[in-house]
């Protein structure tokens, strides 16, 4: 299995991102993914879902309304894009299959960090 995550950087608040997941050595297609993230000190939390067809999504509740996840099935490719970027939305963000809304894998790609920061 392996995940790879890339899209973040430095933004100002109020500003958007897209982050970016490319995932193999499962069969993606079939799996709900998800996104989460860990803010510094802090456990890492959920953050989104999409269903293994897309057709479904949930969020965090602090994130509802400003945060999209999508996926690609043709490239293996799951993506959050985010908007409306807060100071605490500082984090490291990483995606991984999910039941429900918890990691199906014990291991994670390397993240990619978030900072909003004026």
């Known amino acids: 299995v392996q995940l790879v995550e890339s899209g973040g950087g430095l933004v100002q608040p109020g500003t958007s991102l897209r982050l970016s997941c490319a995932a193999s050595g499962f069969t993606f297609s079939s799996r709900t993914m998800g996104w989460f993230r860990q803010p510094p000190g802090k456990e890492r939390e959920f953050v989104a879902t999409?269903?293994?067809?897309?057709?479904?999504?949930s969020y965090a509740d602090s994130v509802k309304g400003r945060f999209t996840i999508s996926r690609d099935n043709a490239k293996n490719l799951v993506y959050l894009q985010m908007n409306s970027l807060k100071p605490e939305d500082t984090a490291v963000y990483y995606c991984?299959?999910?039941?429900?809304?918890?990691?199906?894998?014990?291991?994670w790609g390397q993240g990619t960090q978030v900072t909003v920061s004026s």
């Open positions: 991984n299959p999910v039941i429900g809304r918890r990691p199906l894998f014990g291991s």
């Open positions: 999409i269903g293994a067809s897309g057709s479904t999504t």
